[in-house]
């Protein structure tokens, strides 16, 4: 029996729980991970369970959440945390197994998010259900030189790449920072932000300043947003998290900035300019590198543009059969933003 759940399943989510999550991190599977948006009409989350001779086998957290596919705005269903307890006990494999398919069937346009790529062993069991893998492209930009090499434990494999480019990269040129380019700082945006604001890309979020200001808000000091000028003309905004890295597997003690949301209008003369000033802006704020997952070619050809350097990858989408049928994996507007990414980046927020 798949169903979503109730108080009266209590004590048998606690037994559940408690066997397959490591102790003090119960809370994963019970809690809403969406808990800071600020809107909550703007989307539903649930934890269903799988139920068998009264006992909870399996679970899954499905939000659920408007969706540009295609042109189209539809409700589709984020798949987060699915776990059964064949995580401890290889006789409960077809608990995992009746999971995946009640999903498949109860929520048909679906997907996952990060999973630790293609490669990961819940990638790979999902593909075996017809769900479609694909590694989403990950960018980084580095801003403090020194530190990406004496602060990050990883400096080797940075330094690898640090030197296919020239020093100055690093160096922000005073050209660049002139009276035709301005980056705000702002608390929240408004409806003139994303008054001409479009689908760019196969499958993306609905994005309005309601949505940005709610799924990053501004009283969790580690979001931050900006506005661009341009000639004094509002060219376009960002929207990133903030995250000051301890002892990172892969960040050391770097301060990192990651992307959730860029948009620059087509007004726009010079995009590289732009984001240069960006970039000074971040570097003011002591920001040692950005990083941005996303597989919009619109937005990728921006990072290219701006010698973002990229790296590989460990954040895949797995797209279910039907919503698969209507998107190009090559061209999907994902990023942190999507999924409970920023949530997921070891911060507590």
Known sequence: MFIKYNDSFRNQLDIFTKKVIKKGNEN?????????????????SNLWILIKENLIVASVIIKKQKYYVAGKLEEISFIRYPVSLATIDKKYLSSSITLIQNIKSQFPKSFLLGMGGSKSKTAKFFSTFGYVIKDLPFYIKPLNFFNILTQNHLTIKYFNIITKFKINGFNFN??????NYDIKEVIDFNKKDFENRKPISSFELEK???????????????????????KNVNVGNCTL???QSINHKYFGNLKIAVFLDLYISEKCIDKKKTLNSLNHQLKKKNIDILIFNCGAKNILSILKVNKWIKYKSQWAIASSPELFKDINLDDMYLSRLDGDGPTNLGVDI
């Open 28 to 44: 994963l599977v019970s809690n809403d991970p969406f808990y800071y948006y600020k809107d909550k009409n703007l989307y539903k």
């Open 174 to 179: 005073s050209k660049y920072m002139n009276n």
């Open 208 to 230: 309005t300043d309601v949505h940005i200001n709610s799924l990053a808000p501004s009283n969790i000091k580690n979001f931050i947003k900006f506005r661009f000028y341009e």
């Open 241 to 243: 998290f903030i995250n």
